[in-house]
């Protein structure tokens, strides 16, 4: 079974930055797709960017440019580095995986999850 933690979030100011970290186990995590996706209070959980050994990184448009998603797979490990953050990236993010490859930007295209990491910024 797969298991996923994340960890890194925290309280930022405007324009500040963060880098979150999910550690995976339980399976070879080298193949996994593995993504990132956040869900303020209210609203619905978004995708904010994946990473796979076969369709590379993709981002949601509204976190390009200021946000990068990378993976060591020697420590079974996906990072969320987050620049230039805004009020409006006010979120939990959860890591999410899943053994299917493919482009995957919706949260039922993902088996498993984390249990979350708070990121508020403030203005």
């Known amino acids: 079974q797969v298991q996923l ?12 930055s963060l880098r979150l970290s999910c550690l995976f186990s339980g399976r070879t995590f080298a193949t996994y797709t593995m993504s990132w996706f956040r869900q303020a209070p209210g609203k619905e959980r978004e995708f904010v960017a994946a990473n796979s050994w076969i369709t ?3 981002y949601a448009d509204s976190v390009k440019g200021r946000f990068t998603i990378s993976r060591d797979n020697a420590k079974n490990t996906v990072y969320l580095q987050m620049n230039s953050l805004k009020p409006e990236d006010t979120a939990v993010y959860y890591c999410a995986a899943d053994p299917r490859v493919g482009t995957r930007r919706y949260s039922h295209e993902y088996e498993f999850w984390g249990r979350g990491t708070q990121v508020t910024v403030s203005s």
Do not use: C, F
Not at 5 to 16: K, N
């Open 5 to 16: 933690v994340e960890s890194g979030g925290g309280l930022v100011q405007a324009g500040g």
């Open 56 to 58: 590379s990184t993709y």
